[in-house]
């Protein structure tokens, strides 16, 4: 997704838990390990989370010679992970972004199945600045970026936290990560967000419009890892 387009970055939960969120600006951080080890049947699990490469093998073929003629023995399919134990101890902050594609769109978030309330950031590079100072106090470095989707029938290249699989588009997942990470959870306060953000129901029809003339969008994202 083209991060110069992102204007909306919501968080999805419980009620609880976006309360805490509003009201005390709690930011809880999972390690990949968590969302890797999560069940199949939970919407957040993602066995493919702490891949730190992809080689595409689909469709490649094994052949053998035999008196001068090559013939085939299998066809390979699917592509070849390689996790990283280095991500596994990465703390992770996962959001539902929304572009300047959606002005005008009307959606819902409980489709999601994230949760029944969400906090969205009217001021979202000031959640981010907050964020990161939180971090930084607690001894962390942190980034943050949109997710990067890619087919794995077809890519070979680099993972890592912010590349996902196809299949987990429509997330459309922005995120913030604290690198190398605690292995363990992590739990930021920033105080009272009530100035900067909403919460509501996921029930709700929603809209995006932009101002006439358009309005300021999210500056692009923090420092990334490099690949």
């Known amino acids: 997704m083209d991060e110069s387009g992102l204007i909306a970055i919501f ?3 419980s009620r609880d838990h976006m309360g805490a969120l509003l009201q005390e600006g709690h ?21 493919n989370e702490g891949t730190g490469y992809c080689r595409n093998a689909d469709g490649a073929t094994l052949q053998m010679q035999d008196h001068g003629e090559w013939h085939t023995l299998g066809t390979l399919s699917g ?19 929304r572009t300047r ?4 769109t009307v959606f819902e978030l409980n489709w999601l199945s994230f949760g029944d309330f969400y906090v969205l950031f009217l001021d979202a590079n000031e959640f981010l600045r907050r964020l990161k100072e939180a971090a930084a106090e607690a001894g962390h470095q942190l980034v943050y970026g ?15 936290v912010f590349r996902k699989f ?23 306060r920033l105080g009272d967000l ?3 953000a909403i919460m509501r129901s996921t029930n709700e029809r929603l809209r995006l419009d932009p101002k006439t003339p358009p309005g300021n969008s999210v500056a692009p994202a923090g420092p990334m890892p490099s690949d």
């Not at 992970?81 to 972004?97: I, S």
């Not at 594609?101 to 005008?104: A, E, F, Q, T, V």
């Not at 949109?146 to 890592?160: C, K, L, Q």
């Open 146 to 160: 949109m997710v990067d989707y890619v087919d794995r029938r077809s890519y070979t290249g680099r993972m890592g």
């Open 194 to 196: 009530s100035d900067i």
């Open 79 to 97: 592509a070849i992970r390689f996790h990283d134990d280095a991500l596994k101890t990465a703390n992770l902050y996962c959001l539902h972004a």
């Open 166 to 188: 196809s299949e987990h588009a429509a997330e459309r997942e922005f995120r913030a990560a604290v690198l190398p990470g605690t292995g363990q959870p992590l739990s930021l």
């Open 11 to 13: 968080k999805l939960g």
């Open 27 to 47: 930011v809880f951080m999972n390690p990949v390990s968590y969302f890797a080890g999560l069940e199949d049947g939970s919407p957040r699990s993602d066995p």
């Open 101 to 104: 594609r959606d002005y005008g």
